[in-house]
């Protein structure tokens, strides 16, 4: 085997260092985010809604192992066009920003609202509450894909959904040589998340506002 000098691994072979470039690919649930972005909003008093995904993930490569580079940023979300009627423009302005987000060279995959029927066990009402669907599904398939076509050596998810720690075992079962890492929206923490992740952050409201977009307008 081809070695390097002590501290260095050499192109293509892993070592306690890991690997000398280590391909890191984000995969980013829009709606998590989306929500602390809300709560971000209401603690600095400002809009944070044009975030500069791509900008905000790179600038963790720092703190994962071996000399990572952001391969691929890819960002999950779906079109609310439930919201239309209360709040018009609502889907032209996300087009918008998901648009500025590919410029920016993010991967862009949508999923869909679906309507749900409820029933209030106290008064008997009905009512309908759309939910997103298709995004927990879509981004449990991009990990395990990733890990299995080893297209990646570390991984990280940018989530505080607890429904995504089955694909965290899952990909981890497939290939136990693989980092995976889970980076926290603002209060979006998850210990379950944590306890299954090789790496955890937790992400400011004060770092959302240092990456934004050149458009700041929702």
Not at 5 to 12: D, E, I, K
Not at 138 to 146: D, E, K, L, N
Not at 186 to 195: G, H, I, P, V
């Amino acid at each position: 085997m081809l070695r390097g000098p002590p501290g260095v691994a050499t192109p293509g072979v892993r070592s306690f260092w890991g690997s000398i470039v280590n391909r890191t690919v984000f995969l980013v649930d829009g709606f998590n985010v989306y929500h602390s972005l809300r709560e971000g909003e209401r603690v600095l008093g400002r809009s944070l809604f044009w975030l500069d995904v791509v900008g905000l993930c790179r600038s963790y490569l720092h703190a994962l192992p071996g000399k990572a580079q952001a391969s691929e940023v890819w960002y999950f979300s779906a079109l609310a066009h439930q919201r239309e009627r209360e709040h018009p423009g609502t889907v032209a302005r996300q087009t918008a920003y998901f648009a500025a987000l590919e410029a920016s060279g993010a991967r862009v995959r949508m999923g869909q609202f679906k309507a749900r029927a409820f029933r209030c066990p106290i008064c008997g009402s009905r009512f309908t509450r759309w939910e997103e669907k298709e995004t927990d599904v879509a981004i449990g398939a991009a990990m395990t894909r990733f890990v299995c076509d080893d297209a990646c050596d570390t991984l990280v998810l940018v989530t505080g959904d607890t429904d995504l720690a089955p694909a965290f075992r899952t990909s981890r079962d497939r290939d136990p040589s693989k980092t995976l890492a889970v980076i926290f929206p603002f209060r979006r923490a998850n210990a379950e998340l944590k306890t299954v992740a090789d790496a955890a952050f937790t992400i400011r409201a004060t770092t959302y506002a240092r990456y934004q977009l050149p458009r700041g307008a929702r």
